[in-house]
């Protein structure tokens, strides 16, 4: 389980490590619905170690700035995001046995199923929301408040 971190926004204490839904606040869209919170030291190296794991909810490698596709079975969309959860910058269908660029300014990685990106319209620039399931009504609420005031 992630650890409450001042650099990791949207983790708390007790989160569960499927629980965190991905939001694109700004296109207003969903990434997923359940993603894995990983240590970004366990998440580079994971995949050399065959296991069963479930492709369709997404991992987010949290604090990582570069990432490979080493024995990964299906290509992935990848999201590059700061410390605000702004993305920085998207590849979409990496495959399979590649090593993507580094990206400055890099705090954390998403990799989602591929055609996530393409689904959801997430672009560079866009702001995104990770939380538990459970903050999203919260959060939501909050959005429409601020809205009604200005």
């Known amino acids: 389980m992630p650890e409450r971190n001042k650099s990791t926004p949207g983790t708390r204490e007790g989160d569960a490590a499927t629980g965190l839904c991905v939001f694109n606040v700004t296109r207003q869209s969903f990434l997923s619905l359940g993603i894995e919170v ?25 604090p990582c700035r570069w990432i490979h596709t080493i024995g990964l079975r ?54 995104l929301l990770i939380c538990p399931a459970s903050d999203l009504a919260e959060q939501w609420a909050r959005a429409i408040k601020e809205r009604v005031l200005n």
């Open 38 to 62: 990983l240590p970004a030291r366990f998440g580079l190296w994971r995949r050399l170690v065959p296991a069963e794991r479930s492709w369709h909810n997404g991992t987010w490698l949290v």
């Open 74 to 127: 299906h290509p992935v969309d990848v999201v590059y995001l700061g410390p605000e959860l702004r993305v920085l910058h998207v590849i979409e269908q990496l495959l399979p046995f590649r090593v993507p660029p580094l990206r400055r300014g890099t705090h954390s990685i998403l990799e989602l199923p591929e055609r996530t990106l393409y689904w959801s319209n997430t672009a560079p620039g866009d702001q």
